[in-house]
Nanobody, 120 residues
Framework: QVQLVESGGGLVEPGGSLRLSCAAS????????MNWYRQAPGKERELVAGISTLAGTTNYADSVKGRFTISRDNAKNTVYLQMNSLKPEDTAVYFC?????????????WGQGTQVTVSS
């Protein structure tokens, strides 16, 4: 079955760094755009970063540009999110997402999320 398993979250002080990983299985990973979303308490889920199937294109939310870097390793079926210069407002549950449009249909898969807390 399809699985997206995030890891790497935790508690970090402002200005610190974390690296999130998302291991995928059960689908053809290199045919899916991979995204990281986050959801803070009381807020809607928002797109943080995305990466194309062959990693040729990336996009970022304005709030994380210059601080976060998304990457993928298609040989390992894994997508990463390197988060630097973390701020308290980055505190949220971070979700890995796989997306593909095929034959007129949208296919979405989600991970269970990993908590990131930025606090002193």
């Amino acid at each position: 079955q399809v699985q997206l398993v995030e890891s790497g979250g935790g508690l970090v002080e402002p200005g610190g760094s974390l690296r999130l990983s998302c291991a995928a299985s059960g689908f053809t990973f290199n045919r899916y755009v991979m995204n990281w979303y986050r959801q803070a308490p009381g807020k809607e889920r928002e797109l943080v970063a995305g990466i194309s199937t062959l990693a040729g294109t990336t996009n970022y939310a304005d709030s994380v540009k210059g601080r976060f870097t998304i990457s993928r390793d298609n040989a390992k079926n894994t997508v990463y999110l390197q988060m630097n210069s973390l701020k308290p407002e980055d505190t949220a549950v971070y979700f890995c997402n796989a997306y593909r449009r095929w034959s007129g249909q949208d296919f979405y898969y989600w991970g269970q999320g990993t908590q990131v807390t930025v606090s002193s």
